[in-house]
């Protein structure tokens, strides 16, 4: 992962070693109220994350973002549990960059077709962060009519520090 060319016989700093470790992050919620909005998107807050390394990745003052402590390639991953309240109606979920009012078009987050509750959507994909503190956002909305209760992970790990 790191961008360090290690010698026999070099000291080893806390720099040189932290660069070994890659960020990552992975963001929760145990429940979150989805009003019932075919076409609009709510941003998901989430209330603990854990682990995360470097801390700056989640903060609980802007609990929303899972941000980039430096320029990279990550991966996304995570998940949405639809409840039973879902019925036979459709969930979506998007990743959002830099609180664009888009989604990005190298992650995914499955589109959940009913629930009798307990339904998983999986996300997965890539993000190009170009420079540190860029973020992702995670939104979702659905149909059913009713507001509904989800709980969510989402997380990412830095793959690489490539950024083309």
Do not use: K
């Not at 470790?21 to 994350?49: L, R």
């Not at 019925?87 to 990005?104: L, M, Q, Y």
Request: glycine residues 10%; aromatic residues 10%.
């Amino acid at each position: 992962m790191a961008n360090t060319t290690w010698y026999a016989g070099q000291r080893l700093t806390a720099d040189a070693l932290n660069d070994m470790w890659p960020s990552s992050v992975q963001a929760t919620t145990a429940s979150f109220s989805v009003p019932t909005a075919p076409s609009a998107y709510t941003a998901v807050p989430f209330t603990a994350a854990a682990p995360i390394y470097p801390s700056t990745m989640w903060l609980i003052g802007a609990p929303t973002r899972l941000v980039a402590p430096t320029e990279g390639t990550y991966v996304v991953h995570g998940g949405i549990t639809w409840p039973g309240t879902l019925s036979t109606a459709d969930a979506r979920g998007e990743i959002r960059f830099n609180g664009s009012g888009t989604a990005v078009t190298t992650a995914r987050v499955q589109t959940q077709r009913g629930s009798t509750g307990g339904m998983g959507a999986t996300m997965s994909g890539t993000v190009i962060f170009t420079a540190a503190a860029q973020y992702i956002e995670l939104y979702v909305n659905q149909n059913s009519g009713v507001s509904v209760v989800i709980t969510a992970a989402f997380g990412m790990t830095r793959i690489s520090y490539a950024t083309t």
